[in-house]
């Protein structure tokens, strides 16, 4: 679980989170990213924050979704 920092917006955190892991190589390309649903059971957060990580790496070019299969490491 993570620890919150109170002055931080949590969807940035977990993008922090994902992004790390990426990084890492703990998430390769072609990784699936976990889904909106997977992200608020994991990390506790609402759908929308949740949908917020997603997009915000999407923008960043970490990701890409397709629609009815999921979220993926480019």
Known sequence: MI???????????VAEV???????????????VPSVVALTQQ????????Q???TNLRLEGLIKTTHGMGSFVI
Do not use: F, H, M, N
């Not at 620890?3 to 955190?13: A, S, Y």
């Open 18 to 32: 994902i992004r790390g892991q990426i990084e890492a190589g703990e998430l390769p390309s072609g990784a699936r």
């Open 43 to 50: 990390y506790g957060i609402a759908q929308a924050t949740a």
């Open 52 to 54: 917020k990580v997603l």
């Open 3 to 13: 620890e919150w920092d109170e002055t931080r917006p949590k969807w940035e955190q």
